[in-house]
């Protein structure tokens, strides 16, 4: 069964570092990996979606990179502002499922941008 | 990306009572799914809801417990049944684009008391 893991739990940088948020897959039989942002009690933001056969994704400050082979996939978050602060799930969509819209999340990090 | 708006927001509810969450996107889809996020959890997929046909439901979750209507491409409800606090979630709506990429309303967050 896939596992999502995501490592740390919880963040908190100064205005104005980077971030660098992992995860980790324990079956790399996957069709895409997708990062999503959530603020407190509210919906999730899709943030980038990486196909299999890509090794990165870009979109403003956010990178995402994904090593298949090795079940990893890192988000770095480039300059963080405090308008960063928000909970970030990486989900992937496992090849033993057939269902199209099925995602495997892990559980989150709870990040904190202090000004 | 397409715009997807859920209704209530929020709502408290009594136990034994029924609640129906709407979902509406603003182009036609052919897939949407319905997912759940109980307190301090990930999320789970309940069901895909079908245009024209009954749910796929997830191992866990039956229809008489969460009955799904899809009348057309842009439109969704998802009913919560015989509440029990054990209901208390974040219920959101999904759809998925060509791309494979899902996105997904703000959510609607019960209180079941």
């Known amino acids: 069964k896939q596992e999502v893991t995501q490592i740390p739990a919880a963040l908190s940088v100064p205005e104005g570092e980077n971030l660098v948020l992992n995860c980790s897959f324990t079956?790399?039989?996957?069709?895409?990996l997708q990062w999503f942002r959530q603020d407190p009690g509210k919906g999730l933001t899709s943030l980038l979606l990486?196909?299999?056969?890509?090794r990165e994704q870009t979109s403003g400050r956010l990178n995402a990179s994904l090593d298949k082979s090795s079940g990893r996939s890192t988000l770095y978050i480039a300059a963080s502002q405090p308008g960063d602060s928000a909970t970030y799930l990486c989900?992937?969509?496992?090849?033993?499922?057939?269902?199209?819209?099925?995602?495997?999340f892990g559980a989150g990090t709870q990040v904190v941008v202090t000004p | 990306s397409a715009v997807i708006s859920q209704k209530p927001s929020r709502d408290i509810c009594q136990r034994g009572t029924s609640l129906t969450i709407q979902c509406q996107v603003d182009?036609?889809?052919?897939?949407m799914f319905w997912y759940r996020q109980q307190p301090g959890q990930s999320l789970t997929l309940i069901a895909t809801a079908n245009q024209g046909s009954e749910a796929t439901y997830e191992s866990g979750f039956v229809i008489d417990k969460f009955p799904i209507s899809r009348p057309n491409l842009t439109f969704s409800t998802l009913t919560v049944s015989n509440m029990s606090p054990e209901d208390s979630s974040i219920y959101l709506c999904?759809?998925?684009?060509?791309?494979?990429?899902?996105?997904f309303g703000e959510g609607s967050r019960l209180t079941v008391l």
């Open positions: 182009s036609q889809v052919t897939m």
């Open positions: 990486i196909q299999s056969s890509q």
């Open positions: 989900a992937v969509r496992p090849m033993t499922t057939d269902s199209w819209g099925k995602l495997q």
């Open positions: 079956d790399s039989a996957i069709y895409n």
């Open positions: 999904s759809v998925r684009d060509n791309t494979g990429e899902l996105f």
